[in-house]
Every structure is written in structure tokens, then in C-alpha cells.
């Protein structure tokens, strides 16, 4: 079981650019998030999704779209980069039974916006 | 508002010093509390949650209502200890809201 799998690991990227991170779990968990990790500024949220087919705003969502067209995936896609987006993003789900409300983390992707 | 703070960005001990990992937070309602952990080059993984009321790896923290406080405590630090701890709460759905972390250093 992979648990949660994020792609790329990283990335470098010019301004203006689109980019989608993807985030895949075989769990079968309802829900999921992306978060952003900045230094000093802890983990915040961007969108979530709490079951297949809907979606919804964090606190950080501006320049950043998601969607989840199935259990599984749950992509991040920025429209056009900005270095503000320089961070390294989560993805995340939120287990089920008994792991309620226990969020499972992927490894990361740790994006540079130039 | 719904917040967490973490007073401390950095705690350096020693080994088999007492740590404590301050939380504190502003939740109207009954929240769930947590505290993850990030060790280097590894993904965060949930440490503890208040309901358990259980230690993990020698770490206990104990929710004070009273106090809106949710400390991670351990009474012998090890090196192996050293990692960023987030403490978090549960709010917006199930999402959560995390304080801005603590690094916890542990030299010999």
C-alpha cells in the first residue's frame, strides 16, 4: 500500500507558467486537502475536497485550482506561477473508521517559482 | 477566530533534559487536538491526539480547556527526538488548522 503519492518531487519553475502538482491515494479515504509549508508560517490550507466531486477554498486559495473528478486523485494546478508560490506543498487525506479524523501526509513537492 | 500558536520557533535542549513544546489555542466550540511531527527529509505523521490520551515515544500533552492550552510534554529528551512538531486543530470540516511550528533540537 503507497499510502498517499505526490509528483513531481520537485520542480523549478519560470513565472508565468502552469503547473500541476499531482496528488494520488489508494486508501479510499472521502477526504483531502493541499496545504503549503512555509518557514515560519507553519502549514496552511489552500483547497479541499471532502468527497468526489466537490471542492472547496482554504485559507490561501488565490492563483490555485483543484479538482477531483474521482476518489483517487486530487490535483493541484497553478494557472500561471508567481514566485509567492515558491513552498513546498502537502497533500493529504483524512482517514476513515478508526483513523477518523487522523490526516495522512504525502512526501511533498517542493516547487520554485523563478 | 480559530487559531493555534506556537509561542516557540525554536527549543534546543540536551539529552535527557525535560522538553516542552508549548500549544496554545482559540476555538469556539469543542475542539480535537493534535500535535504531527516532520522528521528531516520525511513526510509530517501524526505524533498524538488529545482523545487517545496515550504516550507515543515517551510524549504525552494533555488538553487544559481552561487554559486553551495543549503542551507536548517528554521528561528525557533524546537526540532522536529532534525533529519540527506542528501542533493542530480540527476545524473547516475536517480540515486543520496548524500552529506555525516548533523545531525541537536535541544535543548530546
Known amino acids: 500500500i503507497a499510502g498517499i503519492t505526490q509528483a513531481p518531487t520537485s520542480q523549478i519553475l519560470a513565472a508565468g507558467r502552469r503547473m500541476t502538482l499531482r496528488c494520488t491515494q489508494d486508501?479510499?479515504?472521502?477526504?483531502m486537502y493541499w496545504y503549503r509549508q512555509d518557514l515560519g508560517l507553519g502549514l496552511r490550507l489552500i483547497h479541499y475536497s471532502n468527497t468526489a466531486g466537490t471542492t472547496g477554498k482554504g485559507e490561501v486559495p488565490d492563483g490555485y485550482s483543484v479538482s477531483r473528478a474521482n476518489t483517487d486523485d486530487f490535483p493541484l494546478t497553478l494557472a500561471s506561477a508567481v514566485p509567492s508560490q515558491t513552498s513546498v506543498y502537502f497533500c493529504a487525506s483524512n482517514g476513515q473508521g478508526a483513523f477518523y479524523n487522523e490526516q495522512f501526509f504525502g512526501p511533498g513537492t517542493r516547487l520554485t517559482v523563478l | 477566530a480559530q487559531r493555534v500558536t506556537q509561542p516557540e520557533k525554536l527549543l534546543s535542549v540536551f539529552k535527557g533534559a525535560p522538553v516542552e513544546l508549548k500549544c496554545n489555542y482559540s476555538y469556539s466550540g469543542s475542539p480535537e487536538l493534535f500535535w504531527y511531527v516532520q522528521y528531516s527529509r520525511q513526510r509530517l505523521q501524526l505524533l498524538l491526539r488529545?482523545?487517545s490520551r496515550e504516550s507515543i515515544k515517551g510524549f504525552t500533552a494533555d488538553l487544559n480547556k481552561g487554559e486553551t492550552s495543549f503542551h507536548l510534554k517528554k521528561p528525557f529528551a533524546q537526540e532522536e527526538d529532534s525533529a519540527m512538531y506542528y501542533c493542530?486543530?480540527?476545524?473547516?470540516?475536517?480540515?486543520?488548522?496548524f500552529g506555525k511550528g516548533t523545531t525541537l533540537s536535541v544535543s548530546s
Open positions: 493542530a486543530l480540527s476545524g473547516l470540516g475536517t480540515a486543520l488548522i
Open positions: 486508501m479510499r479515504h472521502n477526504a
Open positions: 488529545h482523545i
